[in-house]
């Protein structure tokens, strides 16, 4: 069963390791102006923060491959850093009134969540 709980972790670190190229290296770039919907004018404006916005994101993929590589607190670490994926995908959902966000980031980390408690 920590198989299934280590590829939940894995996913939602590989997702959150794609959120964080996205918003560091193509926030303007055609693939970074399609996936957020932006124009060239707002991306430029905005390319600073979606940078830091970035390196968060960076900081859950490196927390949740901490979860997986540790041996002993994998439960513990992976848990936090989930919680802390389901916070951020509520608060973006909230803010930027955008549904879909909640269903592509903080859906993963509950699922996630739930493997880790139920198994």
């Known amino acids: 069963m920590k198989a299934i709980q280590i590829a939940i972790v894995v996913f939602v670190a590989l997702e959150h390791f794609y959120f964080m190229i ?18 060239p004018e707002e991306a430029k404006i905005s390319k600073v923060l979606a940078k830091n916005q970035g390196l968060y994101n960076g900081f859950l993929v490196a927390g949740l491959f901490w979860a997986i590589i540790s041996e002993t607190q994998f439960k513990n670490i ?31 980390a509950i699922a996630g969540l739930a ?3 139920i198994f």
């Open 22 to 39: 996205l918003e560091m290296f193509f926030w303007d770039k055609p693939l970074g102006l399609k996936t957020f919907g932006l124009t």
């Open 78 to 108: 992976a848990a936090f850093f989930l919680c802390c994926v389901v916070i951020a995908g509520i608060y973006g959902a909230i803010t930027s009134k955008k549904i879909k966000l909640f269903y592509i980031q903080a859906v993963p």
């Open 115 to 117: 493997i880790l408690f």
